[in-house]
T-cell receptor, first 110, second 111 residues
Framework: LAKTTQPISMDSYEGQEVNITCSHN???????ITWYQQFPSQGPRFIIQ???TKVTNEVASLFIPADRKSSTLSLPRVSLSDTAVYYC???????????FGKGTTLSVSS | DAGITQSPRYKITETGRQVTLMCHQT?????MFWYRQDLGHGLRLIYYSAAADITDKGEVPDGYVVSRSKTENFPLTLESATRSQTSVYFCASSGTTYEQYFGPGTRLTVT
């Protein structure tokens, strides 16, 4: 199973770009990388997924290097409402690699 | 309303009692999941189901039982609740394993 390692916490200010890196050294060939966001007292919410290179949507970008042993979630111009816990998750189609890890608590200040 | 719901939202029970947490989704998603979330442990997968009548163990299945007779429902039963099962339980569903939609959670306290 592909275990993930993320920083426990990060601090930022409004308007800055935030990059959260996740390490997944033993990722398998068919595994995908996904990221979730969780606010207090709510279930996690899917943000983005990728297999390699770069993926961008209206919320974030995901950068994955060629060796796929890490990935970086990039949040452009964060606001106070982006304060949350962010989870990196490596999954495969069979669903046998669903280990969330402890996540990164992002705190955004004004 | 479309979506995923969990019931009850809050439950207090005593050690040794049987408790069933309900999960219902209206999207006809094939996959459904049960997680528990505890301080210091993040989210841990208890059981998941790829389709009706197909279930499989996750990271922490001991003490839990699941069934899935209908695509839309995925109940989780604690056969004999213990204090260590005090947690917040999240149900999720997905058309694949990649993008999961989570319910609001059930906060369970075992006294």
């Amino acid at each position: 199973l592909a275990k993930t390692t993320q920083p426990i916490s990060m601090d930022s200010y409004e308007g800055q770009e935030v990059n959260i890196t996740c390490s997944h050294n033993n990722i398998a060939t068919n595994d995908y990388i996904t990221w979730y966001q969780q606010f207090p007292s709510q279930g996690p919410r899917f943000i983005i997924q990728g297999y390699k290179t770069k993926v961008t949507n209206e919320v974030a970008s995901l950068f994955i290097p060629a060796d796929r042993k890490s990935s970086t979630l990039s949040l452009p111009r964060v606001s106070l409402s982006d304060t949350a816990v962010y989870y990196c998750l490596v999954v495969n189609q069979a669903g046998t690699a669903l280990i969330f890890g402890k996540g990164t608590t992002l705190s955004v200040s004004s | 309303d479309a979506g995923i719901t969990q019931s009850p939202r809050y439950k207090i029970t005593e050690t040794g009692r049987q408790v069933t947490l309900m999960c219902h989704q209206t999207w006809s998603h094939s996959y459904m999941f049960w997680y528990r979330q505890d301080l210091g442990h993040g989210l841990r997968l208890i059981y998941y189901s790829a389709a009706a009548d197909i279930t499989d163990k996750g990271e922490v299945p001991d003490g839990y039982v699941v069934s899935r007779s209908k695509t839309e429902n995925f109940p989780l039963t604690l056969e004999s609740a213990t204090r260590s099962q005090t947690s917040v339980y999240f149900c999720a569903s997905s058309g694949t394993t990649y993008e999961q939609y989570f319910g609001p959670g059930t906060r369970l306290t075992v006294t």
